[in-house]
């Protein structure tokens, strides 16, 4: 057998031996029965999937001595010149090589001749949109109105590059890609033919590697059978294509499973060496992935979709028992992911490298057993602010709360009662005037309004109304640069629990409202004893990485209790934007009321800054400045301009 050209020799001859493209073999098929021959067809579709085939069968039905017929007798010596490509009114024109306007004008004329031997002028144009759109011009009106027993077929495997005048002037079908079970079977008829012995895994490697090709898969079962073996066997078409084999798959889930990142490497070199494919590597390894997800969630009912022999289908399932659902699940997803990465990557070895890795890694970088479990308990947090989820699942963080973008703003209430059968209030999200602000408390509770605050902007004072009964603002307003950031200056709503639904208890027995700043942040308990500002600085150190105080920031300003406010004093404009930027006010407040045991209000002062000096006065010292001397000196270099350094004094 001549294995050069299997594609040639099983060429099909009817349209009952096409693999696929059923709805256009019966749609053709009638047409040349009923003799009901439209001016011009177009096909379209990838390459491979006959197209050209079907457009000589079509001919040879429209020429048939039989004619009208639905399939050639084949027998009939127009049929065998057809076949031959010898015809003489079947004419196949390469659109690549004859695309000018002179070559359409010489087709024009050669339509204007009636047929000489058959019953239909043919012709077929191949590659047909590489066409010049002067040639295309020229057509049209012949594709419309051909004269008597003359049609066109025009195939393409870009139909886009068509004037639509031309694409409206045709009977379009779109050719579609074989499945894998279609090429199996087409593949199967031939080596049946040949009497040759094979593997099924085999023929599905090929057919899988054909990507719904015909002639693909059929220069690819040419060259496994060109090894000059007597059958057909899956490890000789693994190693002419480059592929891995299933043991390959099998050490690289072992080691992904123990998560033995040696063991990855060295499975990943061993992969390498062999000079595998990685592109269909990375797509076998998919299939693996998904292969065991479904035998992880139906087990042995999906084995039919999966198509497994009974020795692998026990194998594949004994894996798939082994990872968790969501591990298979997110171990596929960057498969998929990652497949455009690693083959568009500069170092596409070590992006593969780095995607194995991670899927090792997969159970210290998330927390599997809480995805997709919002129950879950989780670690609390190490201090995220950029809202992005940490171990907790998706939209988690790690403190068991919904994390949130850096430019939200969500409260957490300040207290809960602890009075016996009495909910903690749930806090609502309020928008108002630009400030957010918490609303809703529990049926138990009764808030009173406070009084009113200031803003201070510069050496301006706003008042601010009073907060209205049930809403509690949150504690700091935002300033601008110089601007000092107060909080409720006066009383803060106090929570009063009753025995009743609705009648409050006496004061004497309200108990003092908890705060519940350890319980969400999960900090330390304060020390005993005297309380001062170094010790709360102490404090703020200790609760480092359990809260978002910065200590660094706070130790460089100066603090006082008055009352119930904490009055904090930056030495510049910068370090005040540092603590007041974000919640900086309101989580200081969570750790103040821990620390003080008490309801604490935070107030960030820009005290007393020095006065600004002009622009004469800079030039002046930079100009007597000897560093600045001796880089005018070393460059020849001239002070264009001076400004302050942010007003950092």
């Known amino acids: 057998m001549s294995t050069s050209s299997l594609t040639a020799k099983y060429r099909p001859q009817t349209f009952d031996e096409v693999a696929g493209q059923q709805a256009i073999k019966t749609i ?167 009497g040759i012995s094979y593997d099924p895994a085999a023929l599905q490697i090929i057919a899988k590697r054909g990507a719904g090709s015909v002639r693909d898969s059929m220069s690819l079962l040419g060259q496994a059978l060109a090894l000059g073996e007597d059958s057909l066997k899956e490890e000789d078409v693994r190693t002419f294509l480059g592929l891995a084999g299933q043991d390959v798959f099998f050490r690289l889930m072992e080691s992904i499973h123990s998560q033995n990142l040696v063991g990855v490497g060295q499975t990943l070199r061993e992969v390498l060496d062999q ?89 210290e970088l998330l927390n599997l057993e809480s995805v997709g479990n919002p129950a879950a308990p989780v670690a609390p947090a190490t201090g995220n602010r950029s809202g992005a989820p940490q171990g907790g699942g998706p939209g988690r963080s790690e403190g068991g709360f919904q994390s949130r973008p850096a430019n939200s703003r969500q409260f957490i209430p300040q207290g809960t009662p602890s009075g016996q059968g009495n909910s903690a209030a749930q806090p609502a999200m309020r928008q108002h005037s630009g400030q957010p602000q918490v609303q809703g408390q529990s049926p138990a509770q009764s808030v009173s309004p406070a009084s009113a605050g200031n803003v201070h902007s510069g050496n301006q004072t706003q008042n ?102 904490l009055f904090v004093t930056c030495s510049s404009s910068f370090l005040h934007k540092q603590l007041t930027a974000g919640q900086g006010v309101f989580e200081l407040e969570q750790v103040a009321g821990l620390y003080w045991g008490m309801d604490i209000s935070v107030r960030i002062e820009t005290g007393q800054l020095k006065a600004v000096k002009s622009e004469k006065r800079m030039r002046e010292e930079a100009e007597t400045n000897s560093s600045v001397e001796k880089v005018m000196d070393a460059f020849g270099a001239l002070i264009v301009g001076v400004s302050p350094r942010d007003q950092q004094h």
């Open 464 to 565: 601010v109304p009073p907060r209205q009964q049930g809403h509690q603002t949150p504690a700091g307003q935002f300033s601008s640069d110089n601007a000092m950031q107060s909080g409720s200056s006066g009383q803060r709503p106090k929570a009063s629990v009753g025995s009743g639904e609705d009648a409050p208890a006496p004061p004497s027995e309200v108990e003092p409202p908890v705060s519940t700043a350890n319980a969400v942040l999960d900090l330390p308990t304060p020390p005993n004893g005297p309380k001062s500002w170094q010790g709360f600085l102490e404090y703020v150190q200790a609760c480092n990485g359990k809260s978002h105080v910065n200590f660094h920031h706070l130790r460089q300003a100066s603090g006082e209790l008055r009352g119930n406010v």
């Open 275 to 363: 000079g595998l494919d990685l592109g269909f590597f990375l797509r076998e390894m998919t299939s693996c992935w998904r292969n065991m997800f479904l035998l992880r969630q139906a087990g042995k009912a999906a084995l039919p979709l999966l198509g497994f022999s009974g020795e692998e289908a026990d194998t594949w399932l004994q894996w798939a028992n082994k990872f968790s659902p969501a591990h298979i699940h997110a171990c596929w997803q960057m498969t998929l992911d990652g497949q455009r990465r690693v083959m568009t990557s500069l170092e596409p070895a070590m992006a593969l490298e780095l995607l194995l890795l991670n899927m090792a890694s997969l159970p």
């Open 28 to 194: 053709l098929s009638r047409a040349a029965a009923q003799d009901k021959v439209a001016p011009a067809y177009l096909f379209s579709g990838t390459r491979g999937v006959g197209k050209t085939t079907i457009a000589r069968i079509f001919a040879k039905a429209l020429n048939c001595v039989e004619a009208p017929t639905g399939e050639p007798c084949n027998k009939c010596d127009r049929c065998r010149q057809i076949t031959a490509g010898v015809a003489v009114d079947v004419v196949e024109i390469d659109g690549a090589s004859n695309r000018g306007i002179d070559d359409a004008r010489r087709l024009k004329e050669d339509i204007g001749y009636a047929p000489l031997e058959c019953r239909y002028k043919v012709f077929i144009i191949d590659e047909a949109h590489m066409l010049t759109k002067e040639a295309f011009n020229a057509l049209l009106k012949t594709l419309e109105e051909p004269p008597p027993r003359v049609t066109f077929i025009m195939a393409t495997t870009e139909p886009h590059k068509f004037p639509a005048t031309i694409i409206s002037r045709c009977q379009h079908y779109t050719y579609k890609m074989l499945t894998q079970v279609e090429l199996v079977t087409h593949l199967e008829s031939i080596l049946e033919k040949e």
